[in-house]
């Protein structure tokens, strides 16, 4: 019986639903102006498929290295992710901030939206695959395909059923939560690997994610307020 470790779950499933989520308001924004999604839905589900099956061929070759050299690379892994992760949660609250921008009129084709669905399918599912690879060469990948999976279904069923307010979904909180998770999981992988005993073992997790976000926010919200134009009186 194969063991699962929840914190890779909840990993695994948390960063599948932000990213993927991205890629499901967009392609309902492609298609919005034509009465069907279909076309940038198969775009983006053939870009996640190319991603899926160059990463499943490539990441067996992980297992055979030695778990000391896995957990410092996915230690370093999942913080430069993070580090990426963070920018992206900084563009994406200086776009809150900064208000709606005006809409601009649609003239893709079939084509144009499949291509558009592709590209953001491979992207934002690199950008997944990233953390699952990290997760997998830690020890974890049944588990990671776990939550991966779950969150994958659970997206695709809540997009079915509540497409107009997925569209329109906002993601800058969940971005916070998920940096915060990744710096996480890099400190306690790069303990773990360095040879410290964390005390609680695993739950350790939760102040280090606690504490992340407090940080992340704060860090976030300084940023913001640096860039943000004030208006003055004239």
Known sequence: MVDLYFPAILAAFLITVIEMTEVVALV???GSEHGTVRHGALGAVSGTAVVAAITLASGVALLALPRSWLLWSSAVVLAAFGIFLFRSTLKSYRRLAAGPAPAAASKSSRTLQFAGGFS????????TVIVLIALAAAGYGFSAIVGAVV???????????LHERVRKIKVPTLKVVATSLLFAFALFWGGEAYGIRWPGSDLILIPFVAVGMV?????VGVLVARTVPVETKG
């Open 215 to 219: 940080l992340v926010r704060s860090v």
């Open 28 to 30: 309902f924004a492609f």
């Open 151 to 161: 969150g994958g279904v659970l997206l695709v069923g809540v997009a079915a059923v």
């Open 120 to 127: 953001v399918g491979v992207v934002e599912a690199v950008e």
